[in-house]
């Protein structure tokens, strides 16, 4: 099938490292049903994300980008994106892929990704993430889907040492695994809003737009990311094996009901730990925070195949 193609070729960005050299070696077919569908590109492939990022912003707002990727490669172009009216199309191509997960896409299904290009566009939220206490003090950052600190975080870090033959999602349970064994739990507070959603011994914490982290769990199965708000996840004291229990009601989403999380809504969430735990945002580490600030940029990017 043939899809029309914008007043503006696409602009292919394309992280061939993403998904442990996965989007690379793909790029080939991908290629092939760009052409045989006669979409118009321009390849981009930068070897960071800041170049890409760039290069992206020295072309018209208006010509549209396909991130070709992982969560990862979406979140370095989000400066080019939010609040520009620039068209995003996502294929996914990297090792979480959860915003695109959500959506119903799947990596290396490229008929589905592109038969989506000429539906019309969505306008979908975007959040802005500060550090206000930590080791990176200061840092204000543009994301897509999420963040968390605490054990998720903590799993993201073991993630790194997982063994380079586990899939992305499998990588994620081996470092969930391995975290247990130095299980954090410290104070917090929760605010949404200004007030006051939870306070008390937690494990973990996340401020969500999509709804899925760790390539596959559903830690915000109630997000919405066209309602102009964010949601707060958090757990209240949980040992070892409370954490085995929760996450595995976490992976389909069958979590918010239990007597140990908190969750709530709000334009506006702040975290505050009273000791330094891990912290990522949108997958990617951002060393030890003891505060964290929130808030919705509703409606900031335009969508394709939303």
């Not at 990176?136 to 950052?141: E, N, Q, T």
């Not at 410290?186 to 982290?213: E, I, K």
Request: aromatic letters at 6%.
């Amino acid at each position: 099938m043939t899809i029309a193609s914008p007043p503006l070729p696409f602009a292919v960005v394309l992280n061939a490292r993403a998904g442990r050299g996965l989007a690379g070696r793909e790029w080939p077919r991908l290629r092939g049903e760009l052409e045989a569908r006669g979409v118009a590109y321009q390849l981009i492939e930068a070897p960071s994300g800041a170049e890409a990022l760039a290069r992206l912003q020295a072309l018209p707002s208006a010509q549209p980008v396909m991130a070709v990727g992982g969560d990862g490669t979406v979140g370095a172009l989000l400066p080019a994106l939010v609040g520009t009216g620039r068209p995003l199309a996502l294929v996914p191509l990297g090792s979480g892929n959860d915003f695109a997960g959500m959506l119903g896409l799947k990596p290396g299904q490229f008929a589905e990704a592109l038969s989506r290009l000429g539906g019309r566009p969505r306008q979908v939220d975007a959040l802005e993430a500060e550090v206000v206490r930590g080791d990176h003090a200061g840092l204000s950052k543009l994301l897509l889907n999420g963040l968390g600190t605490g054990f998720d975080a903590q799993v993201t870090h073991a993630y790194l040492r997982a063994p380079e033959r586990l899939p992305g999602f499998w990588r994620y349970v081996w470092g969930a695994a391995a975290s247990l064994r130095h299980l954090p739990l410290a104070g917090l507070t929760v605010r949404t809003d200004g007030q006051v959603l939870y306070q008390g011994p937690s494990a973990l914490a996340a401020v969500m737009n999509g709804t899925r982290y760790g390539g596959g769990f559903h830690i915000s199965p109630a997000s919405d990311v066209g309602d102009g708000r964010l949601n707060a996840v958090c757990s209240g004291p949980l040992n070892r094996l409370q954490v085995a229990e929760l996450m595995g009601r976490v992976l389909p989403g069958k979590h918010l009901g239990h007597p140990r999380v908190h969750h709530g809504t709000g334009q506006v969430v702040e975290l505050h730990w009273t000791q330094p735990m891990f912290l990522h945002l949108d997958g990617d580490l951002y060393g030890r925070a003891e505060q964290v600030r929130a808030r919705v940029l509703p409606g900031a990017v335009t969508l394709l195949g939303g």
